[in-house]
């Protein structure tokens, strides 16, 4: 079984940063994709970003050329780093990360519990 534990939320002002992190334990044997999602209140849950093993990303285009997604394959975490925060980027952040057991070598695919990120004067 995979546990995932988000760390890095919390409340900002409009114009200013955070970075939130995802760290992925258990019995993992490989790690494809992992990815950040955000769910606004009354909104679908919707792809912010995303980076595979090869790391290729992937933005959703409310947020280009302001978050940046990276991993650490060794700590098999995943960070999101938000600058430029705006009042509509208020959600609910979800890690994902799918990848391989190291248990049966079958897929999983994993969620956080969600991290709330409010963005207010």
């Known amino acids: 079984q995979v546990q995932l534990v988000e760390s890095g939320g919390g409340l900002v002002q409009p114009g200013g940063s955070l970075r939130l992190s995802c760290a992925a334990s258990?019995?993992?044997?490989?790690?494809?994709?992992m990815g950040w999602y955000r769910q606004a209140p009354g909104k679908q849950r919707e792809l912010a970003a995303a980076?595979?093993?090869?790391?290729?990303?992937n933005y959703a285009d409310s947020v280009k050329g302001r978050f940046t997604i990276s991993r650490d394959n060794a700590k098999n975490t995943v960070y999101l780093q938000m600058n430029s925060l705006k009042p509509e980027d208020t959600a609910v952040y979800y890690c994902n990360v799918a990848g391989v057991s190291g248990i049966d070598m079958n897929e999983f695919d994993a969620w956080g519990q969600g991290t709330q990120v409010t963005v207010s004067s």
């Open positions: 258990g019995s993992i044997f490989s790690i494809n994709v």
């Open positions: 980076i595979t093993g090869g790391l290729s990303t």
